[in-house]
T-cell receptor, first 116, second 111 residues
Framework: DTAVSQTPKYLVTQMGNDKSIKCEQN?????MYWYKQDSKKFLKIMFS???????INETVPNRFSPKSPDKAHLNLHINSLELGDSAVYFC???????????????FGEGSRLTVL | LAKTTQPISMDSYEGQEVNITCSHN???????ITWYQQFPSQGPRFIIQ???TKVTNEVASLFIPADRKSSTLSLPRVSLSDTAVYYC????????????FGSGTQLTVLP
């Protein structure tokens, strides 16, 4: 079983559309994250949830809305997609709140979003 | 905020030892140093973590000098499959931005 799984792996859509990416982890971790990786390979943190509670929200447009129905799932919904949203989005989890205590991050395989 | 600086790219040959250095001049007392490896079309994977001196596991060693302003990831006897991007991450003091990875070091292992 994949520890951190994301769907879909690829997503091609038009500007202005709304799309969602789903993430699930079966590691029993308390904390989950969304990262965005641009063409220059920078991996920038977007959001973090600890036990369904939002703990990190880094300067991300409010068109991006994370939702955590339970601590094993963290979904990312994006409204009114723009060309600049094209990137690879990675979900990750960690056994504890890495915000305060650096620990190991477990990443999914990424979801490549292309906005046309 | 401990910003990290790494070489953009490195080339090596199979069987050689590779050392990748990361500079983090503003590292805080509570910060740990963590290295990740990323292959194309995959998420980063944890390699090793340390606080000071030397840490070794089955895949790599991490050397951290006494002032902790830099760290060196050492990969013994690399193979073609070690071609990847390697990231240094410094954090633990409570800033969310510490969880943002830099551009990493592209290691290319040649036959």
């Amino acid at each position: 079983d994949t520890a951190v799984s994301q769907t879909p792996k690829y997503l091609v859509t038009q500007m202005g559309n709304d799309k969602s990416i789903k993430c699930e982890q079966n590691l029993g971790h308390d904390t989950m994250y969304w990262y965005k990786q641009d063409s220059k390979k920078f991996l920038k943190i977007m959001f973090s949830y600890n036990n369904k509670e939002l703990i990190i929200n880094e300067t991300v447009p409010n068109r991006f809305s994370p939702k955590s129905p339970d601590k094993a799932h963290l979904n990312l919904h994006i409204n009114s997609l723009e060309l600049g949203d094209s990137a690879v989005y990675f979900c990750a989890s960690s056994p504890r709140n890495t915000f305060a205590n650096t620990g190991e991050l477990f990443f999914g395989e990424g979801s490549r979003l292309t906005v046309l | 905020l401990a910003k990290t600086t790494q070489p953009i790219s490195m080339d090596s040959y199979e069987g050689q030892e590779v050392n990748i250095t990361c500079s983090h001049n503003n590292i805080a007392t509570n910060d740990y140093i963590t290295w990740y490896q990323q292959f194309p079309s995959q998420g980063p994977r944890f390699i090793i973590q340390g606080y000071k001196t030397k840490v070794t596991n089955e895949v790599a060693s991490l050397f951290i000098p006494a002032d902790r302003k830099s760290s060196t990831l050492s990969l013994p006897r690399v193979s073609l499959s070690d071609t990847a991007v390697y990231y240094c991450l410094v954090g633990g003091s409570g800033s969310a931005r510490q969880l943002t990875f830099g551009s990493g070091t592209q290691l290319t292992v040649l036959p």
